[in-house]
């Protein structure tokens, strides 16, 4: 089942942006900073039942006390209990099949509603787990659910706690790390305001496993324009001062990638960011973050899974260098097409085999419904051996997807930002294509509207001259065909005067039939209205006034084509183009003239393949080649299947 919408309604949530709503006991959101109150653990209900291993092994998530890192998955069961797995390691880095850390009844939480951590949180060696939870009403709480040293966990205990309209859970990524160099390992969550402020803030872990107020401990102004979507993250003491750092994968609208990197301070927050290697030859989507001390030097470098485009995956290390980068670029394990399916993998790092350095391990699920760990121990010098299989379940025993493992650092979603969509109508490619066009161009008020509707930030619409260029206008077709009125020729007819003006004639077929034919200005007002981008198609048949041979007929044209622009285009975005090659570089050279070069800019990408015919062929046929727009990180897309385009881009970008 997935969680219900816990965003907060849009003017509460202004609200809390600006400091302005309470959570319990007083506190009040500080400017730019959600609220949160902590509670101190009442000791006796939730305390753990037996004692604890002793303190500081320094490994990750070693929830046995054994000196090895282990594994931990909560599993969300069919029937709405869930349960914590966990997988204990041997010396040889394999897992026993897993035990039941803890578990609860159905109804008393939601998978979806849980961004989950692990670490030492009360700092006694053993590892601990924390989720921040999600409630419908909007209240979002972070749990600890301490590690007893023997493989099970004691029941959940709350301590930091934010009321409704105060956090949006939607817009918080959590992380773990001792970011104090205190011994107990702290959380740190980005939150994404959706304007490109974001921030950190740290809450630091108390000896009984709990977390103190939030602080903010880094943060960007709008200007500079962050997405957390198209950031990943790990969390590793990458400098060796005892602290955890950041770091993150950036990936850029221009399909570059770039390392970044925060180093930890002594009161547990972030110093400026340090840009590191980069690269143009990734794609964002395809490798994954982690992080872990491979080679054993004491300072804990990165590790990103690359699934090729071809099949092939390698793993490839990133050390950071004396000038505070993140560069040393290292093949860690290169594996053949076909080894791995990237999508199956949910990958923890840690030290497995108890050897001092860190590992990689997996849950891979299978096809045929078998899920498997495997394990990928490190060398002396970083590098990644073959794997090992270990635990494996029957088909059907264990659901891949309701599994999931518990790691250090989380990062958002990994799918990219959806394409911002331009709508065109579609004109007929079939013989009698006249007579079978629905006129459905969105060159009036209504076909704006229903583009906007379907998802369309922006649309395409053709821009045609009347008699001697008199006037410009909305239509789509050289002829008057669709409109009431004689049929005519519109570079033909004159506007608003003699026997057979334009003017006032009204569509007489297809979805938006009584509407009108509307002047350039008048659909240009009408799109600003609707906040919609317009980029606009100077037909070919303009060329008979825009290229007259009398200069005072050329004038006017252009006048009607530019002039709209230029008193428009600081408080619109306004494009204009032809496919006429003898128009072509008239147009550019007389908007670059006008002082509007910006028109001749931004323009979207054209990925449909299947021919417009009516009635519409299904959007369907063009699936293939809108996930090669997705691919290629487009960040601007048109088309004629708007609906078809904005249905199918669900779920598959954001």
């Excluded at 939870?133 to 709350?158: I, K, M, Q």
């Excluded at 078998?370 to 073959?386: E, H, P, Q």
């Excluded at 076909?447 to 239509?475: C, I, P, Y």
Aim: proline share 5%.
């Amino acid at each position: 089942m997935r969680r219900p919408s816990i965003a907060v309604a849009s003017a509460v949530l202004c609200f809390a942006l600006l400091g302005l709503s309470t959570g319990t006991g007083g506190a009040t959101a500080a400017p730019g900073q959600p609220a949160g109150t902590t509670t101190a653990f009442d000791g006796t209900a939730d305390a753990p039942t037996s004692e604890a291993a002793g303190p500081g092994t320094g490994v990750r998530h070693d929830y046995n006390g054994d000196g090895r890192s282990d594994l931990a998955a909560w599993y969300d069961y069919a029937d709405g209990h869930d349960a914590v797995r966990t997988f204990l390691s041997g010396p040889d880095g394999a897992f026993a099949a897993p035990g039941v850390g803890w578990e609860t009844p159905a109804g008393n939480y939601w998978a979806e509603n849980m961004k989950r951590l692990t670490g030492d949180f009360d700092g006694d060696g053993v590892g601990d787990l924390a989720a921040f939870y999600g409630y419908e009403n909007g209240r979002v709480t972070l749990l600890t659910w301490l590690g007893r040293g023997d493989g099970s966990f004691a029941g959940p205990l709350h301590s930091w706690t934010a009321e409704p309209g105060n956090w949006n859970f939607d817009a918080m990524t959590a992380q773990a790390g001792d970011f104090n160099g205190d011994g107990r390992d702290d959380v740190a969550v980005w939150y994404a305001y959706g304007d490109g402020s974001d921030k950190l803030f740290t809450m630091l872990a108390r000896p009984d496993g709990g977390f103190g107020g939030h602080f903010s401990s880094f943060q960007r102004a709008p200007e500079d324009g962050w997405h957390v979507n198209r950031m990943k993250f790990a969390t590793g003491d990458f400098n060796g001062d005892g602290r955890d750092d950041l770091a993150a994968l950036y990936g850029y609208r221009d399909g570059s990638v770039k390392l970044m990197y925060w180093a930890g301070r002594t009161d547990g927050g972030f110093a400026e960011p340090v840009h590191g290697w980069e690269s143009t030859g990734w794609t964002f989507r395809q490798p994954s973050l982690h992080a872990g001390d491979f080679d054993g030097d004491g300072r804990d470098e990165l590790a990103a899974w690359y699934n090729y485009a071809d099949g092939r995956d390698a793993v490839i290390g990133f050390r950071l260098g004396t000038d505070g980068k993140f560069g040393n670029r290292r093949d860690m394990l290169v594996l053949p097409a076909g080894s791995y399916d990237h999508s199956r993998m949910k990958i923890v790092t840690g030290d497995f085999n108890g050897d001092g350095r860190d590992d990689l391990a997996t849950l891979y699920g299978y096809s045929d419904g078998r899920v498997k760990t495997i394990t990928f121990t490190a060398r002396s010098d970083g590098a990644l051996n073959s794997p090992l299989h270990s635990w494996e379940s029957q088909p059907g025993n264990w659901t891949f997807s309701r599994v999931h493992m518990i790691e250090g650092y989380t990062s958002p979603t990994t799918l990219s930002y959806c394409p911002t969509v331009f709508g065109h109508g579609g004109y007929p490619q079939q013989a009698e294509a006249g007579a079978l066009d629905q006129i459905r161009a969105p060159n009036h008020p209504r076909g704006l509207t229903q583009e906007k509707s379907w998802g369309a930030a922006g649309v395409e619409a053709d821009l045609r001259l009347t008699k001697n260029g008199t006037k410009a206008v909305m239509w789509h077709n050289a002829s008057t065909n669709g409109l009431t009125g004689p049929l005519g020729t519109v570079s033909e007819l004159p506007w608003a005067s003699g026997t057979n003006p334009l003017k006032g004639r009204t569509i007489t077929r297809g979805p938006y039939t009584g509407e009108t034919v509307y002047t350039f200005r008048e659909w240009l007002d009408s799109a600003k209205s609707r906040g919609m981008v317009v980029m606009v198609e100077v037909k070919g048949e303009t060329k008979q006034s825009l290229l007259h041979s009398d200069p005072s007929v050329r004038e006017t044209a252009w006048n009607e084509v530019l002039a709209p622009i230029a008193e428009r285009i600081a408080s619109q975005e306004i494009m204009i183009y032809t496919h006429d090659e003898e128009l072509a570089p008239e147009l550019r050279s007389r908007v670059s003239a006008a002082g509007i070069s910006a028109a001749l800019t931004g323009f979207p990408n054209w990925y449909d393949v299947v021919d417009w015919k009516e009635p519409p062929p299904p959007a369907s046929g063009n699936y293939a080649s809108w996930q090669r727009a997705l691919d290629a990180d487009a960040t601007r897309l048109a088309t004629s299947w708007t609906k078809g385009l904005t249905d199918w881009m669900d779920g598959r970008c954001v």
